[in-house]
């Protein structure tokens, strides 16, 4: 009843499939999204007698989750790329929570140099529209790779492809003796802004995982610039 009630009480406007599939997304940790879909199938199904949450399948526990690398990995594989586009590629991934296809394919449209943020426009399943942001770090390579210029609204950011940086990644994996891919960056991205005292669902935004009723509340200028706020109080940090 407590459940049903807080979810009653959040959504707005008429209730169907779609807006109980949005509020489910929007809760990141598997164990608690299972408690809602069981509290919905209770109300939705057992008591109102309708089919809303009959396709809704209950989430199942991760049993080879991503492990999340320590900050003495993530520093210790970074200094052993070779190449500058690959230590760019490889911080971006580490500061915005972006995924390595995302990073990959950024062009300077996807990108407010002035206001280091990056946008990126996703709309399936599991991967939304996305809005975050990269640190003064990364903002440093920037300049470094593009001579102090920017590249045209239709021009690559990098100059490389997933192959050559993955053989890139391999190699300083071998000089650094530890692994750590694009994922576990991810994974390490989420829990240091956790640790950071940011909340999960700024993480999920930043991350390209809120539904797109949340996103739409940040498309606004001075929105934005609420997440910018949330994320440079974080403080991220990947080499200091």
Known sequence: MY???KFLREVEGPINADVISDYLLEIS???T???YLSAFKR???DFLKTSL????KRPTPN???TPCPSDEAVRAVFYELEYLRDKLLYLLIATSGLRRGEALGLEG???NFAFRSVIIHKNTKTKR???TFYNDEVENLVNQYWNGSKPQDETKFFHNTEIAFRKQLHKAWKKAGLKVTPQMLRVWFCNKMGELGVQDRYIDIFCGRAPKSVLAKHYTSRETQKLKAIYDKAGLKVLN
């Open 33 to 35: 999204r299972k408690n």
């Open 29 to 31: 940790e598997p164990g």
């Open 53 to 56: 949450v009959d396709d809704f």
């Open 43 to 45: 109300f939705f199904r």
């Open 3 to 5: 459940l049903v009630g």
């Open 129 to 131: 529209t996305g809005i």
């Open 109 to 111: 449209k996807h990108i």
């Open 63 to 65: 049993e080879n989750p």
